[in-house]
């Protein structure tokens, strides 16, 4: 099962531009890279999904480079409601040809005042 | 249109019982997967069925199974409860197999004494 990566805790200010990566090797070609926000005792909550380049909605910004073994979230102006867990999830094909799901390990970030 | 309900939502059992746990996708949601989350960690893939099949498993033992009901409806079942079972169990579901946002529910919290 192909292992994803990312940074344990970031922290930031108000205001400030988050970036988020996240390294996934033996992605399937036909499979996208999302990532999803968690608060505490909450499930987690769809923030973006790529396939490559890059991509944009009200929120957030997802860069993926040709390669795809990689990904970065970029949050323009983080507020104090944006301390959270992150994680990127994407497909892996299991040894087994099965297919799983995999989370990364999380990023957890701390917006201060 | 309501989200994915899972039930129950807190629960308690003894190591060695079985354990059964509910889902009930978005309306038209034929993807259902499911995940196990421990404190302090990200979610881990435990299964995903689409439209009543199995597409894909984690690196869980043969005492998790699962199932897919015509209605897309999930049950999750954990036998032979161990104490490392106690965490937080996630559904989520979505329109396709491999693409679009996955909708979480507010996840059923297993304790094992």
């Known amino acids: 099962l192909a292992k994803t990566t990312q940074p344990i805790s970031m922290d930031s200010y108000e205001g400030q531009e988050v970036n988020i990566t996240c390294s996934h090797n033996?992605?399937?070609?036909?499979?996208?890279i999302t990532w999803y926000q968690q608060f505490p005792s909450q499930g987690p909550r769809f923030i973006i999904q790529?396939?490559?380049t890059k991509v944009t909605n009200e929120v957030a910004s997802l860069f993926i480079p040709a390669d795809r073994k990689s990904s970065t979230l970029s949050l323009p102006r983080v507020s104090l409601s944006d301390t959270a867990v992150y994680y990127c999830?994407?497909?892996?094909?299991?040894?087994?040809?099965?297919?799983?799901?995999?989370f990364g390990s999380g990023t957890r970030l701390q917006v201060q005042p | 249109d309501a989200g994915v309900t899972q039930s129950p939502t807190h629960l308690i059992k003894t190591r060695g019982q079985h354990v059964t746990l509910r889902c009930s996708p978005i309306?038209?949601?034929?993807?259902v997967s499911w995940y196990q989350q421990v404190l302090g960690q990200g979610p881990q893939f435990i299964f995903q069925?689409?439209?009543?099949?199995?597409?894909g498993r984690g690196n869980f033992p043969d005492r998790f199974s699962a199932r897919q009901f015509p209605n897309y409806s999930s049950e999750l079942n954990v036998n032979a409860l161990l104490l490392g079972d106690s965490a937080l169990y996630l559904c989520?579901?979505?329109?396709?197999?491999?693409?679009?946002?996955?909708?979480f529910g507010e996840g059923s919290r297993l304790t094992v004494l």
């Open positions: 790529g396939y490559k």
């Open positions: 999830l994407v497909g892996d094909i299991m040894d087994t040809g099965r297919r799983a799901l995999t």
């Open positions: 989520a579901s979505r329109l396709a197999e491999n693409t679009g946002e996955l909708f």
């Open positions: 309306s038209g949601h034929k993807s």
């Open positions: 069925y689409y439209e009543k099949e199995e597409r």
């Open positions: 033996n992605i399937a070609t036909n499979d996208y």
